[in-house]
């Protein structure tokens, strides 16, 4: 085989880079061994981990399944492959997929549904194939090996025929969808399972008007006591279209509910003469479009003693102002326990009607119209009514007086649930009264901003989520779950004021931490929600949270939800996450610590600097550094005026004017000898003149004695010209001593000129007159500058 060449070698490179790109851009795989690849534009399965325990391939392109296309995934419990262009699916696509709980095949383009896909699902518990364009089910069984499906989801406008035995062998199913609103035949027995089904759901749609035969044999094989019927998407319009309901009555049906259908007064009717002494205990209007005004006296004579709950949401009546008092619907309401009228646009029930409404013991009127002007009629007790109410629900209305709906709820005697949120009621009196019953209370979302003695101290349940609390300051001696989500409360409630209490929920608030004192004043409690505050990150805190919050309560929202606001460098991290220095924890100890050991370190700087003389080196050099910058006065840099510099004390002035400088500027040849007295520049500053003589001269002469030595310009001078014998590398110094002087009185610093004297002879001044001539005939050669 030839080796590859450079422009091969590419092109490979680039088709493996390719392969790895569509995984690592179409899917993301989390660390539950989910892997989302949906809405990528894929056109086949990608390759993803083999442990995947969950894949989404939904919003694809995907076209077809192949033998191979899934095998390496035998881990797989859950496969969507929802809304992509499947046409074909090899019959061994899913023969690996032993462990698959859910599949998705809806809305694609499967013409033909094969029981060979299923074969060796044996987990199998949901099952979605609606949307698809098969237009026949049956007649061989085709679910029969998925022994623990259920739910299953089949059907769509395609379906036009169906055969028995379509449901055998599921002996679990537990719900079923069903869309057949064009089907056109329907073998009888073919929707039967041999169970009953929990839950089944009929999308029919005018099926009802156009063919209400079929739709008897369908609800025949569906209608149990034991099921919960939903009818979607139908058109009740004559009393034709509600014959097919005979079949529900007949099958004993206790529950059904119409979502997204559309009738009339003259339907309506008619179905309450069809199910006229029925079993039915539940009717359910969802999204209901209502044509007519109400006139359904027809029906008045029916019976309907089982009926105990009716539940209505999103009822939309055309014409709804000439709708007629429902009244009309007292041999309805008589029999009713349970009522819900959601979202109807209901702003009041006239007392004529709650007359009816003895029996009543849960109402739910939110989402509605109802103001403060209208809600007393509606809760009026005249004749009996509401006695035996135990949850009444007035959400989210247009009521604003808390006041009003105190005294109202006094009168229903039974009240244990009330719910008064979503409502803007703003502030709440000093004062209420309530019914002694009452134990729940909802006030969440009522704009609420301070408490008062108003709320009653029977409840055990409040929720005052979502308001402008800042404070929590009333006792509630029964109260066991306490809701605050969502206020603006820094700190926790006083646990003396809620000694039953066992959980509390505080999450969203302003609250900056809680301590084992805050927890220990709640004698009960049990449970925590307080995530999502702005917790200060304290080192109290986090190590409390970390070691001891677990032995006071259990966090229920998780642990992960607390996070930091402050310090700002922590703002976000999990408090769990937090490590904290022994600086930031105990600050004032440290840093006093450190302040001492800082004190200690410069005593210690400051002795070995007196020791080392480090003050000095730095005053000469800056005095020296300060002289060189300036410049020279009268002469070059390099020019020597004098042969000496005589430096001495002004105690031995005497001799060195008497004795010294007649003595060589007399001589043949003179010395010229620079004297401070004599010929330092008045008017200059004297340090300048010290360096400057010293640099003009060839020698500095020093006239030792033990004045010299306590001579503060003596010694500024030996400083100088200690820097000057260690900046020119030379020995100009010359030492005279008048008189016997110890070495060790000049002072250590001057190593230079200490060396100077144990290392050379120096001149000492003779008390003998015969040994003077010796004495300055050294002298002179000594400071005799040196021939060319």
Request: aromatic share 10%; proline share 4%.
């Amino acid at each position: 085989m030839r080796p590859l060449g450079a422009k091969e070698s590419v092109i490979l490179f680039i088709l493996i880079l390719s392969q790895g790109f569509d995984y690592s851009r179409s899917c993301k795989c989390d660390e539950q061994y989910f892997c989302n690849c949906s809405s990528n534009h894929l056109q086949h399965v990608p390759k993803v981990p083999a442990n995947a325990l969950g894949l989404d391939l939904s919003f694809n392109q995907i076209e077809s399944i192949s033998m191979n296309d899934l095998r390496p995934y035998c881990e797989l419990k859950t496969l969507n492959l929802h809304k992509n262009k499947l046409k074909f699916i090899h019959v061994e696509a899913f023969k690996s997929q032993h462990k698959l709980e859910v599949l998705d095949l809806s809305l694609n383009n499967l013409k033909n549904l094969s029981s060979s896909w299923f074969r060796e699902l044996k987990s199998l518990q949901q099952l979605n194939l609606v949307g698809n364009p098969y237009t026949t089910l049956g007649p061989a069984p085709i679910f029969q090996s998925l022994l623990n499906l259920r739910t299953l989801r089949f059907g769509s406008p395609s379906l036009r025929e169906i055969y028995k035995n379509g449901l055998d062998g599921l002996a679990h199913l537990n719900e079923m969808t069903f869309i057949g609103s064009n089907l056109r035949s329907y073998e009888n027995g073919s929707l039967k399972a041999a169970h009953p089904i929990g839950l089944v759901s009929l999308s029919l749609q005018n099926l009802f008007q156009n063919d209400p035969e079929l739709v008897s044999k369908v609800l025949q094989d569906v209608s149990h006591p034991e099921s919960l019927l939903i009818i979607k998407d139908a058109e009740l319009i004559t009393n034709t279209s509600t014959e097919p309901f005979k079949a529900t009555k007949e099958g004993g049906t206790k529950s059904l509910t119409f979502q997204n259908s559309c009738t009339t007064d003259e339907a309506l009717t008619s179905f309450l003469m069809v199910m006229d002494g029925s079993s039915l205990s539940y009717i359910g209007l969802e999204d209901i479009h209502l044509i007519g005004q109400g006139w359904w006296q027809k029906a008045s004579y029916t019976h309907y003693e089982n009926l105990h709950t009716a539940y209505i949401r999103n009822l939309d009546i055309q014409g709804f102002f000439e709708f007629s008092s429902m009244t009309q619907l007292g041999f309805l309401l008589v029999h009713l326990h349970r009522v819900s009228v959601i979202n109807g646009t209901v702003f009041v029930i006239p007392p004529i009607t709650t007359f009816l409404l003895k029996k009543l013991e849960y109402l739910d009127l939110s989402q509605n119209l109802l103001s403060d002007l209208t809600i007393e009629p509606t809760l009026s007790t005249s004749f009996g009514a509401y006695q035996n109410l135990v949850t009444l629900n007035v959400s989210q209305n247009v009521l604003k007086s808390l006041g009003l709906m105190s005294r109202l709820a006094t009168n229903l005697k039974s009240l244990t649930y009330l719910d008064l949120s979503r409502n803007s009621f703003v502030s709440m009196p000093e004062k209420c009264s309530w019914p002694a019953t009452l134990r729940f209370l909802n006030l969440s979302s009522t704009k609420i901003r301070k408490l008062t003695p108003c709320l009653p101290s029977s409840l055990t349940v409040l929720d005052l989520s979502e308001n402008d609390l800042t404070v929590f300051n009333q006792r509630f001696s029964q109260l066991t779950t306490l809701i605050m989500t969502g206020n603006r409360l820094m700190k926790l409630p006083h646990g003396e004021l809620l000694p039953s209490l066992q959980t509390l929920l505080i999450q969203r608030n302003a609250l900056r931490m809680f301590n084992r004192s805050d927890l220990k004043r709640f004698i009960n409690l049990q449970y925590l929600e307080a995530g999502y505050n702005n917790f200060v990150c304290s080192c109290e805190f986090v190590s409390f949270f970390r070691q001891d919050v677990d032995l006071f309560i259990t966090l229920r929202d998780g642990r992960g939800n607390y996070v930091c606001d402050t310090p700002f460098t922590l703002r976000g991290d999990a408090i769990d996450s937090v490590r904290l220095s022994v600086f930031e924890c105990y600050m004032i100890p440290a840093v006093s610590v450190l302040c001492s050991l800082i004190i200690m370190a410069l005593g210690l700087i400051v002795v070995t600097c007196h020791k080392l003389h480090v003050i000095w080196y730095l005053q000469m050099t800056k005095a020296w550094i300060q002289a060189k910058r300036k410049p020279a006065v009268g002469r070059l840099a390099e020019e020597l005026r004098y042969d000496a510099f005589v430096s001495y004390s002004q105690h031995d002035a005497e001799w060195v004017e008497e004795i010294l400088v007649p003595e060589l500027e007399s001589a043949h040849p003179p010395f010229a000898l620079c004297l401070h007295k004599r010929d330092f520049q008045p008017g200059r500053w004297i340090v300048d003149n010290i360096i400057d003589s010293i640099e003009k001269s060839h020698r500095t002469l020093f006239v030792l004695s033990e004045h010299f030595v306590t001579s503060e310009w003596c010694r500024y001078e030996l400083d100088f010209s200690h820097f000057r014998i260690i900046d020119e590398h030379n020995d100009s110094a010359v030492l005279v001593l008048l008189g016997p002087i110890k070495k060790e009185t000049i002072p250590k610093r001057f190593c230079k000129l200490r060396k100077i004297m144990n290392s050379r002879t120096y001149l000492e001044w003779p008390e003998e007159e015969e040994k003077r001539s010796e004495f300055w005939n050294n002298l002179r050669a000594v400071l005799q500058r040196d021939e060319c």
